[in-house]
């Protein structure tokens, strides 16, 4: 069986460097596990950019085109350590 449940990440607020968190669990989305969406390995989802959670106990994929979308240079985000 596939499961084709997905979340939207959220934007931390009040946070100096753009901090995604899972829509499901509010982890904070490693940056190396951000993807772009395209290619041979696309998600069957309608999202551009896919972030992966971490986290031992939830690991759901997020969509993070709206959270990105409140990032004034989204392109920093993949070059800031996380």
């Known amino acids: 069986m596939t499961d084709n449940t997905h ?6 607020e009040g946070s100096a460097v753009p901090t995604l968190l899972c829509g499901h669990c509010r982890s904070m989305l490693s940056r190396n596990r951000i ?10 989802i309608h999202c551009n950019t896919i972030g992966l959670c971490s986290a031992d106990d939830c690991g759901a994929v997020n969509c993070c085109d709206e959270a ?3 990032v004034d240079k989204p392109e920093r985000l993949f070059g800031i350590a996380s």
């Not at 979340?7 to 931390?12: K, N, P, Q, V």
């Not at 993807?35 to 069957?44: A, K, T, Y």
């Open 7 to 12: 979340y939207t990440a959220i934007l931390a």
């Open 68 to 70: 990105l979308s409140g």
């Open 35 to 44: 993807f772009s969406n395209q290619g041979e390995d696309q998600l069957d």
